[in-house]
C-alpha cells in the first residue's frame, strides 16, 4: 500500500515562503493529488477539520481554492512520485498541519503531515 510522506514545514514569518514535499513510496501517478491542511482549534472530526487547499490532476492541471488562490502553487512530478506544494506570502492564518492525500476523496493512507507554522 502506498504511504505518503510530507516534509518542509518550519516557522516562517509573515510574507515568507515555503516549499512543502509530499513522498509516495508507490505510484501516484494516476491519482489527482492533493495537498490538505488542519489548523489549530478545529473540530476533532478529521473529515470536518481538513480544509482541501490546493490539488493537481495527473496532468498537473491545478485547482487551489479561495484562500490560497495567487499565493500556493501545487507541482508534481511522476516520475518521482512526489507532489510539492509552493507556499509563497504566507499568512497567520496558514498554520496548519499539511497533509498530502488523492483529492477530492482521500483513499489513500494519511501520512504524518507537516507543521507550518506562520508568526512573527
Known amino acids: 500500500q502506498v504511504q505518503l510522506v510530507e516534509s518542509g514545514g518550519d516557522l516562517v514569518q509573515p510574507g515568507g515562503s515555503l516549499r512543502l514535499s509530499c513522498v509516495a513510496s508507490?505510484?501516484?501517478?494516476?491519482?489527482?493529488m492533493g495537498w490538505y491542511r488542519r489548523g489549530v482549534g478545529l473540530a476533532r472530526e478529521w473529515s470536518l477539520a481538513?480544509?482541501?487547499?490546493?490539488?493537481?490532476?495527473?496532468?498537473?492541471?491545478?485547482t487551489l481554492g479561495d484562500s490560497v488562490k495567487g499565493r500556493f502553487t501545487v507541482v508534481r512530478d511522476n516520475a518521482k512520485n512526489t507532489v510539492y506544494l509552493q507556499m509563497n506570502d504566507l499568512r497567520p492564518e496558514d498554520t496548519a498541519v499539511y497533509y498530502c492525500?488523492?483529492?477530492?476523496?482521500?483513499?489513500?493512507?494519511w501520512g504524518q503531515g507537516t507543521q507550518v507554522t506562520v508568526s512573527a
Open positions: 492525500n488523492s483529492a477530492p476523496k482521500d483513499i489513500l493512507p
Open positions: 508507490g505510484n501516484i501517478g494516476s491519482y489527482t
Open positions: 481538513r480544509e482541501l487547499v490546493a490539488r493537481a490532476t495527473s496532468a498537473g492541471i491545478m
